[in-house]
Structures are given as structure tokens and as C-alpha cells.
Nanobody
Framework: QVQLVESGGGLVQAGGSLRLSCAASGGTFSSYVMGWFRQAPGKERECVAAVNWSGGRTSYADSVKGRFTISRDNAKNTVYLQMNSLKPEDTAIYYC??????????????????WGQGTQVTVSS
């Protein structure tokens, strides 16, 4: 059983940056693909970025390519999401999730087994 705790959300102006962190416990962190998802009010939860077990492969949603960067530190059992050039449409609750897989980083919600509680990101215009 993996427990995930997100941090780093907050209020930022458009064009600004935030760095989200997700600390994992209770499992072998390096055995998991890790993903960052977001859900805005009235919208489906979508994956914005994912990273494979080693950190060597990443995937991004088109909406965040070139602005967001996912990374992980297996020694610290932590995955990060660096968000730059933020836009009001990035406003959402951001969740990290774990997929017990040594394969490619998936952007598919149904592939993920464990979820954090989420952290709010609000981008003002």
C-alpha cells in the first residue's frame, strides 16, 4: 500500500511558477510510474505529466508541454512537478498518483493504482 502526500500548491499570478512535490511512503517507490493529474471544477480528471520508474522517460499532455516538467528523486521517494508560465486555465486541484509498473509513463487515469489527496493550484489573471 502506497501513501502519497502532495504539497506546494497555492495562489500565483499568470506567468508565474510553482513547484509541486509528492512524498511517497509504504511501498518501493522505484517500482512505480508516477503521474500528476489535475481536475478543474466541472471537468474530468486529466493527466498532465508522468515519469517512469527511473526518471529517464516522461510524458506530457499537449496543454502543458514546454511549460511543466516532471522529475523524481528515488532516494527521497519524491516526485516533483515544476510549473512555469502558468495560465488561469491551469487552475485545478493537482493530484499525484502511482502506477505499479516498470513500463512506459502512462497518461491514462485507469492505469494508476494509488492517489494522493490533492493540492489546490489557483492562477489569477
Amino acid at each position: 500500500q502506497v501513501q502519497l502526500v502532495e504539497s506546494g500548491g497555492g495562489l500565483v499570478q499568470a506567468g508565474g511558477s510553482l513547484r509541486l512535490s509528492c512524498a511517497a511512503s509504504g511501498g518501493t517507490f522505484s517500482s512505480y510510474v508516477m503521474g500528476w493529474f489535475r481536475q478543474a471544477p466541472g471537468k474530468e480528471r486529466e493527466c498532465v505529466a508522468a515519469v517512469n520508474w527511473s526518471g529517464g522517460r516522461t510524458s506530457y499532455a499537449d496543454s502543458v508541454k514546454g511549460r511543466f516538467t516532471i522529475s523524481r528523486d528515488n532516494a527521497k521517494n519524491t516526485v516533483y512537478l515544476q510549473m512555469n508560465s502558468l495560465k488561469p486555465e491551469d487552475t485545478a486541484i493537482y493530484y499525484c498518483a502511482a502506477d505499479w509498473s516498470l513500463g512506459a509513463p502512462s497518461l491514462i487515469r485507469q492505469d494508476y493504482d494509488y492517489w494522493g489527496q490533492g493540492t489546490q493550484v489557483t492562477v489569477s489573471s
